[in-house]
RNA sequence: GGCGGCAUAGCCAAGUGGUAAGGCAACGGCCUGCAAAGCCGUGACUCCCCGGUUCGAAUCCGGGUGCCGCCUCCA
């Protein structure tokens, strides 16, 4: 059974979807006036395994993840760069999906955009308005916080906290400085729609409520995020989807903790930010998704690039024994036997799902992988080969912790652990590999080392072993 | 001030009350012409400190110290 820390309830609780054998997930994606950062993509990758373990499992899981294409920052950004706010947020959502593609992210089955669910946002601001939860002020539309008696049980804050931070910007007409804007008038030149109120827009809440109810219905089995959306953002959906629709808005909230440099946490305000495509010029995106999933997703996790420098020699050692294993199936002996060694490996699928039904332990999980590539690679030492079916038992082994986990991306079904090696640089490497081996024959030293050297400084590893020479990317 | 979290080897990090996973780094060895990769082996007399519960605690309870986060846009 697998078991979920909740924000909610503030404890681990067994995973139970409302509907059996179905998840519905939303998870709080990328305001787009920006390339996404480092913390970005930890809550990317942290929901993508949580989705791809759930379909490990057998769920059948929609997953949505909205675009934040139509706020404040955007325009701001966009008069910056003289651009117009719908090109710039165009521009940052394609670059969105080259990183995130990059990085072994899955495609959410819906990407829905602000600014295509207007109808939606005007129709929920308006049921609010009717059950007297929202009223007018001069073209704004705010959420009265005080008809909502539950406000504060996601965040475990008190209203009588919350007045002291509570504050109410010049031009705004909250009646209540706890209230907050499900609609904002729209100021001259700004990108705006008409509603029965005026031209304006939605305010930043309002439209994961709209998307995550038109897309999962009223009652979504997880809803995910970083820990700082917990409040005001995610208290904010709770209180408009549920005074809307009468019903719990999510079964499960789901958060996760930051990235920190240099003790202090990444953030846009400190200006401390990595972006993920500055990161993965230097480190392979291999790597830092396994820097991101090496801790628990809700402890803060330090940035730091000795860290990926180490995470990308990890990685060769899965690596080894992948390619130990592709090449190991041809030579098996076809016979039975490998009992024990079988049993291991089911105790080693048990034990993995173990580490992930425990609210999602990557880094118990990240253990198990390594344990058992270095069984794997200790087989490449014994002769004879364990039997065929032992040696077939670990590939689907492999194969499926690297599903869960994504390091390695999967080109038709198999995982990928190395660049693509095109015909022509086989062939090169082959024909310098070939006349370098001519040199070792008469103990021309000298060439052969450079021969190796030079491969080297274009990112080619040569490897000399009993079968043979091998080479890999660097 | 209110609320929450964390303190485990040089660094990162897991850990269900029963005797400390895993990764990086380091050091021996095997393999190699030398390497690389891989393999074999070596690490915490102990889990921030002090008390307590228990036959037994890194794990539970109380107190202390230090660090971090949220309370305002932020993943």
Not at 226 to 232: A, E, Q, R, W
Not at 245 to 250: D, N, S
Not at 294 to 297: A, F, I, L, R, V
């Given at each position: 059974m697998i078991q979920v820390y909740n924000t909610l309830t503030k404890r681990k609780e067994p995973f139970v979807p409302r509907e059996p054998g179905r998840v519905r997930m939303y998870v709080c994606g990328p305001t787009t006036y920006n390339y996404i950062h480092l913390g970005n993509a930890r809550a990317l990758v942290v929901f993508d395994t949580v989705r791809r373990y759930l379909e490990y499992r057998g769920f059948r899981v929609f997953f949505v993840q909205n675009f934040t294409d139509i706020d404040d920052k955007i325009i701001k950004r966009a008069a910056e760069e003289k651009m117009d706010p719908r090109e710039l947020a165009l521009k940052y959502i394609e670059a969105y999906f080259e990183d995130a593609d990059q990085i072994n992210i899955k495609r959410a089955d819906v990407h829905p955009r602000v600014s295509d669910h207007l109808p939606e946002i005007i129709e929920l601001i308006s049921l609010l308005i009717d059950k007297g939860f929202a009223y007018v002020a001069e073209g704004d539309v705010y959420f009265a916080?005080?008809?909502?008696?539950?406000?504060g049980k996601l965040s475990g804050r008190q209203l009588s906290e919350l007045r002291a931070g509570a504050r109410v910007e010049p031009g705004e007409n909250k009646k209540d400085p706890l209230d907050f804007a499900l609609w904002k008038k729209a100021k001259p030149g700004e990108p705006s729609w008409s509603s029965p109120w005026g031209e304006g827009r939605p305010g930043w809440h309002i439209e994961c409520s709209a998307m995550a109810l038109k897309y999962l219905?009223?009652?979504?089995d997880i809803h995910g995020g970083?820990?700082?959306?917990?409040?005001?953002h995610h208290e904010n959906e709770i209180a408009q989807s549920e005074a809307a629709?009468?019903?719990?808005?999510?079964r499960y909230w789901l958060h996760n903790g930051f990235i920190t440099v240099k003790e202090e946490k990444m953030s846009k305000s400190l200006g401390n930010i990595f972006l993920l495509r500055e990161v993965m010029e230097a480190y392979p995106p291999s790597a830092v998704r396994l820097f991101l999933l090496?801790?628990?997703?809700r402890s803060p996790l330090a940035y730091t690039p000795e860290y990926l420098e180490g995470a990308a020699k990890a990685l060769s050692r899965l690596r080894s024994s992948w390619l130990f294993l592709l090449e190991a199936q041809n030579q098996a002996e076809e016979f039975s036997g490998g009992a024990e060694q079988l049993a291991r490996l089911d105790e080693w699928e048990q034990d993995f799902a173990a580490a992930m039904d425990d609210d999602f332990n990557t880094a118990r999980a990240l253990a198990l992988f390594f344990d058992l590539a270095h069984e794997i690679n200790s087989w490449a030492?014994?002769?004879?080969?364990?039997p065929a079916p032992v040696l077939r038992r670990a590939l689907s082994l492999w194969v499926a912790f690297n599903r869960v986990l994504g390091l390695f991306p999967e080109r038709r079904g198999l995982p990928v652990v190395e660049q693509e090696r095109t015909e022509v640089i086989e062939d090169l490497v082959k024909l310098l590999v070939e006349i370098r081996q001519e040199a070792r024959q008469r103990k021309d030293w000298a060439t052969a080392d450079r021969i190796r050297e030079e491969l080297k400084n274009l990112g080619i590893i040569l490897e000399d072993t009993p079968a043979g020479t091998r080479w890999r990317w660097a």
């Open positions: 916080v005080r008809k909502f008696p539950e406000y219905g009223p009652e979504l970083g820990s700082d959306l917990i409040f005001p629709t009468g019903r719990p808005f999510a090496s801790t628990h997703y030492e014994l002769r004879p080969l364990p």
